[in-house]
């Protein structure tokens, strides 16, 4: 099950910059500078959801490490953000 889930965030991060739930949440993954994300910044920042502990150490990482609550230690690695898209 971790790699079927982290090759549907890779794939729909990939191709259309968000997934099923945060596109119903008004979120995107962007890169630092706003741009569209590709299939290796996709796959760094989806990695730790290969194992429920990665993903809790991911999280707790990005929570300690970083003022913006939204961004997983991941996402430092990959330079992306979660960002809103509905205002």
């Given at each position: 099950?971790?790699?079927?889930?982290v090759?549907?965030?890779?794939?729909?991060?990939n191709?259309?910059?968000t997934?099923?739930g945060?596109?119903?949440?008004g979120?995107?993954?962007?890169t630092?500078?706003?741009?569209?994300?590709n299939?290796?910044?996709?796959f760094i920042?989806?990695?730790s959801?290969?194992?429920?502990?990665?993903?809790?150490?991911?999280?707790?990482?990005g929570?300690?490490t970083?003022?913006d609550?939204?961004?997983?230690y991941?996402d430092?690695?990959?330079?992306?953000k979660?960002?809103?898209?509905?205002?």
């Amino acid at each position: 099950m971790g790699i079927l889930s982290v090759l549907y965030f890779v794939i729909a991060e990939n191709a259309y910059g968000t997934t099923i739930g945060k596109q119903l949440l008004g979120l995107k993954v962007v890169t630092k500078t706003d741009k569209k994300i590709n299939l290796e910044k996709a796959f760094i920042r989806n990695i730790s959801k290969i194992h429920g502990l990665l993903l809790l150490l991911d999280i707790i990482g990005g929570i300690l490490t970083s003022t913006d609550l939204l961004q997983k230690y991941s996402d430092r690695i990959a330079q992306t953000k979660v960002v809103y898209t509905i205002d």
